[in-house]
């Protein structure tokens, strides 16, 4: 009985043959989709005629659209990072993202950079967790926040304001029961020091702090306060190991 050969490999000139039909399909597929795009965005039918923001607290929509570009004719089909790009260098603009609703309405989603304290350069601006000036008035409406000092030119060319910034920031997030009253924080070159409301209460300690020192802090104050309740403590010191210092008028 006879046996069937084994078929023969397609010659070389048919397998170039078929690889260059596959290529020059391909080829011209993403010819017509960059001819359909670009046709698209010619056309006056996808021309932005309606732009909606969200996420504003300090900005107005119109800083939104003069920020991203959007003050003149343009299609709704321009690309992303040419909208974005302008929106995300503002200094009130943490984040921003956008899509379309076809066919003329571009949608802006907003994550503005939060205020966490006030400095003096000498006006008085607030700044944002990462020591960033944002453009914005404190006095309207009026910005409850700690005001913020290097109290030392070495701290102030080490670091300036930007790891105190930092650190009011995480207190805001890990105990804003803490900060609440916290009206002014000073660095120097080793220490951050928390001036609390207008009782003169001070909380000392190296930074970066931690949730659970903070923590410490608050227990400790409460503590003190129902052990001598005639004697209000003055200071909380939170510099050593695994332990709290509180300092009251005449005792430790």
Excluded: C
Aim: zero cysteines.
């Amino acid at each position: 009985m006879s046996r069937l050969a084994p078929p023969r490999p397609a010659s070389a000139p048919r397998a170039l043959r078929v690889a260059a039909r596959v290529l020059a399909g391909i080829a011209i597929s993403a010819l017509l989709v960059w001819a359909g795009v670009h046709l698209a965005a010619a056309s006056p039918y996808f021309e932005v005629d309606h732009v909606e923001v969200s996420g504003l607290g300090y900005l107005t929509r119109d800083e939104v659209r003069a920020a991203a570009g959007v003050d003149g004719p343009l299609s709704v089909w321009t690309p992303a990072a040419n909208l974005l790009d302008g929106l995300v260098a503002h200094p009130l603009v943490e984040s921003a993202r956008v899509t379309r609703k076809l066919p003329r309405t571009l949608l802006f989603e907003i994550d503005e950079a939060e205020p966490v304290g006030l400095i003096a350069l000498p006006l008085v601006v607030a700044v944002d967790r990462h020591g960033n000036v944002l453009g914005i008035d404190p006095g309207e409406p009026v910005l409850d926040l700690p005001v913020l000092r290097v109290s030392t030119e070495r701290a102030r060319a080490l670091w300036g304001a930007r790891l105190l910034a930092r650190e009011v920031a995480r207190m805001a997030e890990v105990a804003p029961e803490l900060l609440a009253v916290v009206s002014e924080a000073h660095i120097d070159d080793e220490q951050i020091v928390l001036l609390l409301g207008d009782s003169a209460l001070r909380v000392r300690y190296r930074p970066p702090i931690t949730e659970e020192r903070l923590r410490d802090a608050v227990i400790a104050m409460n503590d003190a306060l129902a052990r001598f309740p005639g004697d209000l403590p003055r200071e909380v010191d939170l510099r050593f190991a695994d332990q709290v210092v509180v300092r009251t008028g005449g005792a430790q």
